[in-house]
């Protein structure tokens, strides 16, 4: 069964930086694409940033470009996003989600999030 | 970036109707289009993806269909898990979805 469990949540003064991870298993991580999707309270779903199986190629959208930093370690089967400036509204429920295929874009399974709140 | 815009953002429906929730993409998509339920405090899960193709395990009341520009997600024969909130996402260029359809319990 395909579990992604993602940890290091917070509250963090805007302006501020913190790393979320995902760590999966009961499946083979480095032979999938992974990506961040996040989602404001009470708004809809916000993809944030996708990454290779192989972690060589990364994709961000352009709320986050230059701000956010998309990595993984396959020996550790770990997924993580590094979060740099955050701001006001970065505050959302952030998940990891798989792609089922490369490049599919799509994601058929997710992590049940971590709350970043970014707040002074 | 391609914009997605859900019809109606919400609706209420009783046990055992059938609904239709559209989604219209700002530029053609051709068939990437993808369909998740969302249940309150949970993550999405994936019902449909390249718009009529159902994800295993989804009850055969949930049906995809439509390319292009416009889609639609059809349930059949409600059930009382099926009140939850439904996205839709395309997968033809960078992932982006639509604001959300809520189905609530009339």
């Known amino acids: 069964e395909v579990q992604l469990l993602e940890a290091g949540g917070g509250v963090v003064q805007p302006g501020g930086s913190l790393r979320v991870s995902c760590a999966a298993s009961?499946?083979?991580?480095?032979?999938?694409?992974m990506s961040w999707v996040r989602q404001a309270p009470g708004k809809g779903l916000e993809w944030v940033s996708g990454?290779?199986?192989?972690?060589?190629?990364?994709y961000y959208a352009d709320s986050v470009k230059g701000r956010f930093s998309i990595s993984r370690d396959n020996s550790k089967k770990t997924l993580y996003l590094q979060m740099n400036s955050l701001r006001a509204d970065d505050t959302a429920v952030y998940y990891c989600?798989?792609?089922?295929?490369?490049?599919?874009?799509?994601?058929?399974?997710w992590g049940q999030g971590t709350l970043v709140t970014v707040s002074s | 970036d391609i914009r997605m815009t859900q019809s109606p953002t919400s609706l209420s429906a009783s046990v055992g109707d059938g609904v239709t929730i559209t989604c219209r993409a700002s530029?053609?998509?051709?068939?990437?289009l993808n369909w998740y339920q969302q249940r309150p405090g949970e993550a999405p899960k994936l019902l449909v993806y390249?718009?009529?193709t159902l994800e295993g395990g989804v009850p055969s009341r949930f049906s995809g269909s439509g390319s292009g520009t416009d889609f639609t997600l059809t349930i059949t024969g409600l059930q009382p898990e099926d009140f939850a909130t439904y996205h839709c996402?395309?997968?033809?260029?960078?992932?982006?979805f639509g604001q959300g359809t809520r189905l609530e319990i009339k």
């Open positions: 989600a798989k792609e089922p295929v490369t490049s599919s874009r799509y994601f058929d399974s």
């Open positions: 009961g499946f083979t991580f480095s032979s999938y694409a």
């Open positions: 990454i290779s199986a192989s972690g060589g190629n990364t």
């Open positions: 530029q053609s998509i051709s068939n990437f």
């Open positions: 390249r718009a009529s």
């Open positions: 996402q395309q997968s033809y260029s960078s992932p982006t």
